[in-house]
């Protein structure tokens, strides 16, 4: 709703996401699936001001993807399933704030990574426009 007008508070809506994408919440993971809708529209409104965001996020990003790949808790496949598709997202938008640096960075990660969804979430941020 703020609009570019979230760049006020980016400092401590980071800390906020960053709480959220930590902890798992439950089966239903409401609160890790709304705080990464959250973070794709803080993204999308205060992008220029993301590249200098980009390590402290990105790092979370790729802990939630570890996390939510590696847990086999009592979280439904769809639910994980739409972890993955946000952080995934989150990482394109990023992608796209910081000119390719996060191609670059994962670069890397996707020849190394053995973990077939991980790989697949990889995959499709390097082939993004």
Do not use: N
């Not at 709703?1 to 809506?13: A, F, M, P, Q, S």
């Not at 798992?24 to 794709?40: N, W």
């Not at 390590?55 to 739409?82: C, I, M, Q, Y």
């Amino acid at each position: 709703r703020l609009g570019i007008l979230i760049v006020r508070h980016l400092k401590r809506l980071e800390r906020v996401i960053l709480g959220y994408l930590e902890v798992s919440d439950g089966p239903g993971e409401e609160a890790r699936l709304g705080i990464l809708q959250t973070l794709q529209c803080t993204i999308e409104h205060a992008w220029p001001r993301m590249p200098c965001r980009l390590p402290v996020l990105l790092k979370a990003l790729l802990r939630l993807l570890w996390d939510v790949h590696s847990e086999r808790g009592p979280t439904p496949e769809p639910v994980r399933a739409a972890l993955l598709h946000g952080a995934t997202q989150c990482l394109i938008l990023l992608d796209r704030c910081c000119q390719g640096q996060v191609k670059v960075l994962l670069a890397g990660l996707h020849s190394s990574c053995e973990e077939k969804q991980l790989q697949e979430c990889f995959r499709k941020v390097q082939e993004s426009t």
